[in-house]
């Protein structure tokens, strides 16, 4: 095997990110060899890539999939293990060069830390490691001199836009964001709203979780406070603009006003394979863009009194502390309870600012409170959704 073969592990193969992944290290065998799979529950996806792949281990984290993924795979020289403990052990194989995060939420953090600590450099698609831990994540990557490289399409655009730019001044970011599926709507409007409208997102294919947070523009939010961490930034330093054909991925002011952006069909391969690749390009066959195709590129302020997401999201940037962290557990809980017809679409805006007022503000906290502050905010969360008042929604068959 070539010694120029990076090893990759994907933390979360079987999701949109990480099947996408797949895909582009099949396209580069020269270049990549899978060397980690993990998923969280999807047994039989993760058995089908492992056969495909021959990754060195496979980890299912749902403990009680194991014997079933072992079975599956006992012909094959693949070590099979399972729960969270071992993907936050396995990340730190020596052999291993990059780990791409994609496992869905909080339960990214400790794994993607641990591989900090390790040496290993971070392809990172769980944006919520940086909502929750911007502070201590980026201090430790400077300190074990590893590279965090986004994979979100909106900050690898910053990342690509501040390529050869290192001494120049930024005045501003500026990320742009599709308007999902209910761009220009009313609260009247949202306040009827199903699961099933808000998954239809106009221009992505998405797993379920990242849908509705754009639908309710708190992934734009998540991402503002990612983009905080990753390029140095203060939060008037950041804006949002919708955009709603999702060409330009994002753009960078500089100090002397010039304005650089990346633009692109959307397809998440071409930020996955410039994260695995960096800092080369690698040619590849993904469809281009035309602007013939698209004469016209339109953009519009967010509405943040309607989609309140956003706004409590530069809130908690500006909180800082374990606010960020108090809203990510709070929006994993609400849109849960979204995705279960157990709450509607606009009282995941209440359940998360309630959680902000009621959970103890910690200035400068710790890996430790962290982790208290997201098993508190779960729990206060799911009380709430249970004491609120019974709604359409509720009147599911049993």
């Given at each position: 095997?070539?010694?120029?073969?990076?090893?990759?592990?994907i933390l979360?193969?079987?999701?949109?990110?990480?099947?996408?992944?797949?895909?582009?290290?099949?396209?580069?065998?020269?270049?990549?060899?899978?060397?980690?799979?993990?998923?969280?529950?999807?047994?039989?996806?993760?058995?089908?890539?492992?056969?495909?792949?021959?990754?060195?281990?496979?980890?299912?984290?749902?403990?009680?999939?194991?014997?079933?993924?072992?079975a599956?795979?006992?012909?094959?020289?693949?070590?099979?293990?399972?729960g969270?403990q071992?993907?936050?052990?396995?990340v730190t194989?020596?052999?291993?060069?990059?780990?791409?995060?994609?496992?869905v939420?909080?339960?990214?953090?400790?794994?993607?830390?641990?591989?900090?600590?390790?040496?290993?450099?971070?392809?990172?698609?769980?944006?919520?490691?940086?909502?929750?831990?911007?502070?201590?994540?980026?201090?430790?990557?400077k300190e074990?001199?590893?590279?965090i490289?986004?994979?979100?399409?909106?900050?690898?655009?910053i990342?690509?836009?501040?390529a050869?730019?290192?001494?120049?001044?930024?005045?501003?970011?500026?990320?742009?964001?599709?308007?999902?599926p209910?761009?220009?709507k009313?609260?009247?409007?949202?306040?009827?709203?199903?699961?099933?409208?808000?998954?239809?997102?106009?221009?992505?294919?998405?797993?379920?979780?990242?849908?509705?947070?754009?639908a309710?523009?708190m992934?734009k939010?998540?991402?503002?406070i990612?983009?905080?961490?990753l390029?140095g930034?203060e939060?008037?330093?950041?804006?949002?603009?919708?955009?709603?054909q999702?060409?330009?991925?994002?753009?960078?002011?500089?100090?002397?006003?010039?304005?650089?952006?990346?633009?692109?069909?959307?397809?998440?391969k071409?930020?996955i394979?410039y994260?695995?690749s960096?800092?080369?390009?690698v040619?590849?066959?993904?469809?281009?863009f035309?602007?013939?195709?698209?004469?016209?590129?339109s953009?519009e302020?967010?509405?943040?009194?309607?989609?309140?997401?956003?706004?409590?999201?530069f809130e908690?940037l500006?909180?800082?502390?374990?606010?960020?962290c108090?809203?990510?557990?709070?929006?994993?809980?609400?849109?849960?309870?979204?995705?279960?017809?157990?709450?509607?679409?606009?009282?995941?805006?209440?359940?998360?600012?309630?959680?902000?007022?009621?959970?103890?503000?910690?200035e400068?906290?710790?890996?430790?409170?962290?982790l208290?502050?997201?098993k508190?905010?779960?729990?206060?969360?799911?009380?709430?959704?249970?004491?609120?008042?019974?709604?359409?929604?509720d009147l599911?068959?049993?």
């Open positions: 095997m070539s010694n120029n073969i990076k090893n990759i592990a979360g193969s079987t999701g949109s990110i990480g099947t996408q992944t797949l895909d582009v290290i099949k396209d580069n065998p020269g270049m990549f060899r899978t060397f980690m799979l993990t998923a969280h529950s999807n047994a039989y996806l993760l058995i089908q890539q492992a056969i495909e792949f021959l990754p060195e281990y496979a980890i299912i984290c749902d403990e009680s999939k194991y014997a079933e993924v072992k599956a795979l006992s012909h094959l020289p693949i070590k099979v293990s399972s969270h071992s993907i936050k052990d396995m194989h020596p052999d291993i060069h990059v780990v791409l995060t994609a496992m939420g909080f339960a990214g953090l400790e794994p993607t830390i641990n591989a900090i600590k390790a040496g290993k450099d971070i392809a990172l698609a769980n944006k919520e490691t940086l909502v929750v831990a911007g502070e201590l994540v980026t201090a430790l990557a074990h001199n590893v590279k490289l986004p994979v979100d399409s909106e900050h690898s655009a990342f690509q836009c501040l050869g730019e290192e001494h120049n001044k930024i005045e501003k970011i500026i990320l742009t964001a599709s308007g999902g209910f761009r220009g009313t609260t009247d409007f949202l306040a009827g709203v199903t699961r099933e409208h808000a998954l239809k997102h106009p221009n992505w294919v998405m797993g379920a979780k990242i849908t509705i947070d754009s309710s523009l992934n939010g998540l991402e503002v990612e983009a905080k961490w390029f930034l939060a008037d330093q950041i804006d949002v603009i919708v955009h709603p999702s060409i330009v991925h994002s753009l960078v002011q500089f100090e002397d006003g010039s304005i650089k952006a990346q633009m692109g069909l959307p397809d998440m071409l930020p394979q994260a695995l960096y800092p080369n390009r040619k590849n066959n993904f469809k281009r035309d602007f013939v195709n698209y004469p016209n590129l953009f302020k967010p509405d943040l009194d309607t989609f309140r997401n956003l706004k409590l999201a908690a500006n909180r800082k502390g374990n606010m960020p108090i809203i990510n557990a709070a929006n994993e809980i609400a849109v849960a309870a979204f995705l279960n017809n157990d709450t509607g679409f606009l009282d995941m805006s209440d359940i998360i600012e309630t959680c902000m007022t009621n959970i103890g503000y910690i400068q906290p710790t890996l430790s409170d962290y208290n502050t997201d508190e905010t779960r729990i206060f969360a799911q009380n709430l959704i249970k004491q609120m008042p019974l709604k359409a929604y599911k068959e049993k």
